[in-house]
């Protein structure tokens, strides 16, 4: 089963129980590909920082909205993709497009966010195309995932009733002088 999930680095010293659990868990996991999760997002870039409420809906691997709610004192801020391009909407109608999310904030906010990585840091899964280091707990939860620059920590899950999974409920992102919090407050499955 471990070969399926060859692309994830588990450290040497994770028990045989947890490495099973992992891959058990990832591949329930990768299964949530239509969610909700709704919370507060605070983001810390050099001495510069902003906090905001968050709707996210994943529709699939590709499509997705992104309400920021209180950023930077704009409002609402809603990031929408459609698998092809990143749009950018204000609350007094100003619009941005870009070919992904990330370039998109960076344009607009003036902070580059990986929301592409987040798509699967926010359910516990490393993002696809690179090889991740991780750390499980003997559940088979992430608790510190290493990818593309990135350290995401997870200080705390809760139980959902769809296939019996625990959900992150804070995730913690950092790279260099960025630093990203989320608190989700509620996952819709």
């Excluded at 088979?140 to 200080?155: A, K, M």
């Amino acid at each position: 089963m471990l070969t399926l999930f060859s692309g994830c680095a588990v450290p040497p010293t994770l028990s045989p129980e947890a490495a099973s659990a992992w891959a058990a868990r990832q591949s329930r996991l990768m299964q949530l590909t239509t969610w909700q999760a709704d919370g507060r997002i605070g983001v810390v870039s050099g001495q510069d920082g902003w906090h905001a409420s968050f709707e996210w809906a994943q529709q699939d691997s590709g499509r997705y909205r992104i309400a920021l709610i209180g950023p930077l004192g704009q409002g609402r801020v809603v990031v929408e993709n459609d698998g092809q391009e990143a749009r950018l909407r204000t609350q007094d109608g100003q619009n941005w497009t870009a070919p992904d999310a990330d370039a998109l904030l960076e344009q607009s906010l003036g902070v580059r966010l990986p929301v592409n990585g987040l798509r699967y840091w926010a359910r516990g899964l490393p993002e696809p195309g690179s090889t991740p280091t991780l750390q499980t707990d003997a559940q088979g939860r992430l608790t510190r995932l290493e990818q593309d620059g990135w350290v995401i920590e997870y200080p705390a899950y809760a139980p959902t009733s769809i296939l019996n999974l625990d959900l992150p409920t804070r995730i913690v992102a950092r790279r260099q002088d960025l630093s990203v919090k989320l608190v989700i407050e509620q996952w819709t499955l």
